[in-house]
T-cell receptor, first 112, second 114 residues
Framework: KAGVTQTPRYLIKTRGQQVTLSCSPISGHRSVSWYQQTPGQGLQFLFEYFSETQRNKGNFPGRFSGRQFSNSRSEMNVSTLELGDSALYLC???????????FGPGTRLTVL | SQQGEEDPQALSIQEGENATMNCSYKTSINNLQWYRQNSGRGLVHLILIRSNEREKHSGRLRVTLDTSKKSSSLLITASRAADTASYFCATEGVMGGATNKLIFGTGTLLAVQP
């Protein structure tokens, strides 16, 4: 089975712009979770989608949003980018009957 | 902060030695997972231990869990240079229904010298 894929792998944006990141889970996995990793805050949970519904949300401002499509692919969007949004964004997928989360390679976002 | 703590923050050992990392967390959990990360890349799942388990093995990895102390340890035996990476523990809390929300520890940076 192919693993979790994330696109793009690297992205450079300027303050005020918006960005959309994409994640394709492992085939058969209906849950996709998103995490932000920064040197200062570490790994933090953003949100989780299951069957096109947001099931859990972390403590991030409304500028961070996401969605999931019927094929389980997920996108996350960050509007009005700030310098502090520079981070590695990771998505993870898991099968509904297991607890193990499988992570993609991440998207490195740099905000200038 | 809900974030777990890992100890030590950094560890440097020689090839062949054992490496032990500790993780403490704050809330009741369903399970605890250990992940490895190489140089800012994606996380690789190593092992999952459930709240009703006390010890688990996988190859050169041994994980223990003490729910009364809210702590876990990861032991890597006979370490290799390729084990050089950051290691994170992550907990899935007890909540109504499925969560798939992991709370990560601060990580331990392991350097294995050849």
């Amino acid at each position: 089975k192919a693993g979790v894929t994330q696109t793009p792998r690297y992205l450079i944006k300027t303050r005020g712009q918006q960005v959309t990141l994409s994640c394709s889970p492992i085939s058969g996995h209906r849950s996709v979770s998103w995490y932000q990793q920064t040197p200062g805050q570490g790994l933090q949970f953003l949100f989780e989608y299951f069957s096109e519904t947001q099931r859990n949300k972390g403590n991030f401002p409304g500028r961070f949003s996401g969605r999931q499509f019927s094929n389980s692919r997920s996108e996350m969007n960050v509007s009005t980018l700030e310098l502090g949004d520079s981070a590695l964004y990771l998505c993870a997928s898991n099968h509904e009957f297991t607890d193990t989360q499988y992570f993609g390679p991440g998207t490195r976002l740099t905000v200038l | 902060s809900q974030q777990g703590e890992e100890d030590p923050q950094a560890l440097s050992i020689q090839e062949g030695e054992n490496a032990t990392m500790n993780c403490s967390y704050k809330t009741s959990i369903n399970n605890l997972q250990w992940y490895r990360q190489n140089s800012g890349r994606g996380l690789v799942h190593l092992i999952l231990i459930r709240s009703n388990e006390r010890e688990k093995h996988s190859g050169r990895l041994r994980v223990t869990l003490d729910t009364s102390k809210k702590s876990s340890s990861l032991l890597i035996t006979a370490s290799r240079a390729a084990d050089t990476a950051s290691y994170f523990c992550a907990t899935e809390g007890v909540m109504g229904g499925a969560t798939n929300k992991l709370i990560f520890g601060t990580g331990t940076l392991l350097a294995v010298q050849p």
